[in-house]
Each structure stands twice: as C-alpha cells, then as structure tokens.
T-cell receptor
Framework: EDQVTQSPEALRLQEGESSSLNCSYT??????LFWYRQDPGKGPEFLFT???AGEEKEKERLKATLTKKESFLHITAPKPEDSATYLC??????????FGKGTKLSVKP | ETGVTQTPRHLVMGMTNKKSLKCEQH?????MYWYKQSAKKPLELMFV???????ENNSVPSRFSPECPNSSHLFLHLHTLQPEDSALYLC??????????????FGDGTRLSIL
C-alpha cells in the first residue's frame, strides 16, 4: 500500500535555528515528490516538486532534497513567518497524490 | 490568490439538509479534485475529474455527489450527511492527470460543520 510518513509531527524552533523535516515514502511508481505549505484557515500552497533521487530545489530559506526512500525539507535560519504546517505528498501512478499528516512548524522570535 | 476559488468558506448544516460546494479555477487546467481534510489525518482524495470526465471515485459514500460541467467548475452536492463528515473540503486543479504528475493547486477550502 502506498504510504507517506512525515516526522516530526511538530517542531518548535527559535528564530535563526536551522533544522530539517523528514518525509519517508513508499509509493509504487513514484511520479514526483511534492512539498506544500499550509497556513491556518488556508489551503495548501505549492512549494516544490522533485522527480529524481539527488535532485534539490531551493526557495528563500527552504531547500528540498530527494533520495530513493525519503525527502528532506531543510530550513535555514528560519523566521517567525515560516511558521506553518508543511505537507509532503508522493505522486502515484494514477495521477493522484498520497499525502502525509504534515509537520507543524513554530518559529519563535 | 491561488487561482482556485471555493465557496462558501464556511457551512453549517443539519443532517437532513441538502447543500452544494462550489469550486472555480482560473488557471486553464483540465483536471480538478475534491479532497477531505480532517484533524490529525492526511488529506483524503475523494474524486478526480480529467477533461470533465470522472476518473476516480475513492470509495466515497453516495451522500457526496460530484458534478463537473466544464474544466473550470466543480461542485460537490451534499445530502443527509453524518457528523463525521464535518471537515475542511478542499478543491484542487492541475494541468491534467497525464503520465507526468504536475503540481496540484488548492483553494482555501470550505469548512463544513454537521449539526
């Protein structure tokens, strides 16, 4: 069965304290690994797509990486405005997305 | 603005009511999706439409009835819902459901509460 697992469930950081979020996946015929950001009361906002192991993508303080079994979202020197829930999803062979439960990130000033 | 608009943003209804959720996308996409988001659970895919044709029904109870009149509009008709159906209902769109998965873009959802 296709599955995506994110850890930790919640993460509290001080402003400027870098860290990483983990996304482990078992998705048959993976067609893309997607990262989203979701703010309270909003829908998920697309951040990155990674298609092959070794691929990396960056946007401001965020960098996503991909291996054959997991993906990491590295957050460098986070700011309070980076506080949100980060969702990871694996692209299935039917064009569907299999989502993890998310990591809730809180960055304190 | 995400390019995907959902209305209403909030909906409270009794178990015997009939209501509809609406989604409209302005991105020129051909695929549209309904998801259910409940607390502490991953997003659950409900329905997929590609070029107005339903391509997936993820074992959703018949009290949820989707309608896709064209590639820009998607509806979810609701009737005789149960309290466990209270959740955030999200609409998304993508270029298509073709061989290469493309990003899905989400609306801000309808928060549904069943009394």
């Amino acid at each position: 069965e296709d599955q995506v697992t994110q850890s930790p469930e919640a993460l509290r950081l001080q402003e400027g304290e870098s860290s990483s979020l983990n996304c482990s996946y078992t998705v048959s015929g993976l067609r893309g690994l997607f990262w989203y950001r979701q703010d309270p009361g909003k829908g998920p906002e697309f951040l990155f797509t990674l298609y092959s192991a070794g691929e990396e993508k960056e946007k401001e303080r965020l960098k996503a990486t991909l291996t054959k079994k997991e993906s990491f979202l590295h957050i460098t020197a986070p700011k309070p405005e980076d506080s949100a829930t980060y969702l990871c999803a694996g692209g299935g062979s039917q064009g569907n997305l299999i989502f993890g439960k998310g990591t809730k990130l809180s960055v304190k000033p | 603005e995400t390019g995907v608009t959902q209305t209403p943003r909030h909906l409270v209804m009794g178990m015997t009511n009939k209501k509809s959720l609406k989604c409209e996308q302005h991105l020129g996409h051909n695929a549209m999706y309904w998801y259910k988001q409940s607390a502490k659970k991953p997003l659950e895919l409900m329905f997929v439409y590609n070029f107005k044709e339903q391509t997936e029904n993820n074992s959703v109870p018949s009290r949820f009835s989707p309608e896709c009149p064209n590639s820009s509009h998607l509806f979810l008709h609701l009737h005789t819902l149960q309290p466990e159906d209270s959740a955030l209902y999200l609409c998304a769109s993508s270029l298509s459901t073709g061989n290469s998965n493309q990003p899905q873009h989400f609306g801000d959802g309808t928060r549904l509460s069943i009394l």
